[in-house]
Structure formats: structure tokens, C-alpha cells
């Protein structure tokens, strides 16, 4: 079981779920509920969590960093 979220206020799998609460769905039930199916569930991110760096740079290091020599 993973957890998800939904997008607003509804009604899945059976219960009340308030727009931005985990809960747990197997993955059958998932299924028919995410994309590219449904689009009221979506998986669950925790706020804590950072997405990770690229590594490109950013406008203002590409245009300050050094040449190789």
C-alpha cells in the first residue's frame, strides 16, 4: 500500500478525504484513480522532501564561471 493525496475535497474508496491528507490505497485501487485514468488521486510528496539538484547550472553560474585553461 503507498499513500496518496487528493487534488480537492471528495469521496474515495468509500470514505470523506480532505485535499491534502495521506491515505493508504493498494495499488488495484489506484489504478482506476491516477492518471492517465482518473485524475482525483495523486501520490503522495512529503513537504520535508527536496526535490534533488540538477546538474545543469543556473542562468547567472553559466555566465560567471571561469574558462578551462
Known sequence: MKLYTTK???????????AG????????????LTPPRGRVVAPYVPAD?????HARLGRNKRRN????H
Open 21 to 32: 491528507e495521506p491515505f493508504a490505497l493498494t495499488d488495484e485501487q489506484a489504478a482506476e
Open 65 to 68: 564561471r571561469k574558462a578551462a
Open 49 to 53: 522532501i527536496k526535490e534533488k539538484p
Open 8 to 18: 480537492h475535497d471528495c469521496e474515495v474508496a468509500g470514505h470523506w478525504r480532505t
